[in-house]
């Protein structure tokens, strides 16, 4: 079986100082679920935001779902099968966490409104805050918004799912609900 990931000496520098991703090789199996640690600074938000391609590589080869990221073309692709959650949530303060959920459904996979709320609905349930559809981002807490930002993220059924620091945000009691919410 062909890795759903397969990442091959990449290596991305941020100017002529700092060499963030060193000939990273890796491969990720579809249903594998893979923890990359490190301390601060490391690379491994660089190395997810490569993934997505949010963040360009200079040598090496990424290839997802048997997609290869070595061409604009390709990137949209890939967008719409990588799922991520960062670690600053970045969901729009405009929309309610209901409407930051079905936004990218509307966009991306071009569900009627209809269909993306009763999506939006139902994974608001699934992460716990069902009564938060109307409340805006500056409304919640940090675990709330984590919680909409998965649920963003999961509406998109996404063959694979990244997240940057998802405990980041959250107290102690909250931790094992999300870690709960993202194994689902």
Same mark, same amino acid.
């Given at each position: ?6 990442? !091959? ?39 997810? !935001? ?28 890939? !967008? ?37 709320? !009763? ?66």
């Amino acid at each position: 079986m062909e890795p759903i990931i397969q990442i !091959r000496d990449v290596h991305k520098h941020f100017g002529r100082e700092v060499h963030a991703l060193r000939g990273v090789n890796l491969e990720v199996n579809k249903g594998q679920v893979v923890v990359i640690i490190g301390p601060s600074g490391s690379g491994k938000s660089t190395l997810l !935001r490569c993934i997505n391609r949010l963040e360009e590589y200079d040598h090496g080869s990424i290839v997802v779902d048997g997609i290869p990221l070595d061409t604009a073309a390709n990137i949209n692709a890939v !967008r719409t099968e990588v799922g991520i959650v960062f670690q600053q949530f970045n969901l729009f303060p405009h929309l309610t966490a209901l409407e930051n959920i079905m936004l990218a459904q509307r966009v991306v996979r071009k569900r009627p409104s209809a269909e993306a709320r !009763r999506v939006a609905s139902a994974l608001l349930d699934k992460v716990g805050i069902p009564d938060k559809a109307d409340a805006y981002p500056q409304q919640l807490s940090g675990g709330q918004q984590q919680r909409v930002a998965i649920a963003r993220a999961l509406a998109m059924n996404p063959k694979i799912m990244l997240f940057d620091e998802p405990t980041s945000a959250l107290d102690p009691e909250m931790i094992k609900e999300v870690l709960d919410v993202m194994l689902s």
